[in-house]
């Protein structure tokens, strides 16, 4: 079974700065089926990343994809207020990362 | 308008049955891959199980033997039947649509507590 680790556990920053967040895995995964999650607090994840760096009906292009193999990032460019919440990755529709918690730093 | 809607859930005791329904409007849950997605108490995101659009089903290894994932065409809706519950399945259950290798439309969730 994959295990895909995220980190940092919780990033602290402040609207405007540029957030980096990592997905590792255990064993390397194809491309097409890893994704990107965003969810708030009281409401259903939303899609944001497929296939590793293709972005989502109505997400901003602030929010990009890349990575291959084992290792994975999404990065926001410039953090807006909305943004700060719980990030997952997920591959193969299966395991997902045990998330990213963006704060307000 | 594509959407989602979850129902059944509530507390039940351990050992006991529940049936979640989700409800899709909008596309063709025959034609998609659908999955049941869950998420415990303050805790992140665990894949639960999956139907095919042909009909195979997959199941996390926590819930294998104990739930059965289907779906009934006429009524356009996606079924999670659970037996021998355990407290550890208490979690709110999301159903999810796949697309793309990846889960595009989500319901609102379902909420199953399990508990005496």
């Known amino acids: 079974e994959i295990v895909l680790t995220q980190s940092p556990g919780t990033l602290s920053l402040s609207p405007g700065e540029r957030a980096t967040l990592s997905c590792r895995a255990s064993?390397?995964?194809?491309?097409?089926?890893l994704a990107w999650y965003q969810q708030k607090p009281g409401q259903a994840p939303r899609l944001l990343i497929y296939g590793a760096s293709s972005r989502a009906t109505g997400i901003p292009d602030r929010f990009s994809g890349s990575g291959s193999g084992t290792d994975f990032t999404l990065t926001i460019s410039r953090l807006e207020p909305e943004d700060f919440a719980v990030y997952y990755c997920?591959?193969?529709?299966?395991?997902f990362g045990q998330g990213t918690r963006l704060e307000i730093k | 308008e594509v959407q989602l809607v979850e129902s059944g859930g509530g507390l039940v005791q351990p050992g006991g049955s529940l049936r979640l329904s989700c409800a899709a409007s909008g596309f063709t849950v025959s034609s998609n891959y659908m999955s049941w997605v869950r998420q415990a108490p303050g805790k992140g995101l665990e894949w639960v199980s999956v139907?095919?659009?042909?009909?195979?089903?997959y199941y996390a290894d926590s819930v294998k033997g104990r739930f059965t994932i289907s779906r009934h065409n006429s009524k356009n809706t996606l079924y999670l039947q659970m037996n021998s519950l355990r407290a550890e399945d208490t979690a709110v259950y999301y159903c999810?649509?796949?697309?793309?290798?990846?889960?595009?439309?989500w319901g609102q969730g379902t909420t199953v507590t399990v508990s005496s």
């Open positions: 997920q591959q193969s529709l299966r395991t």
């Open positions: 999810a649509r796949d697309r793309s290798a990846a889960l595009d439309v």
């Open positions: 064993q390397s995964v194809s491309s097409s089926y």
């Open positions: 139907i095919y659009s042909g009909g195979s089903t």
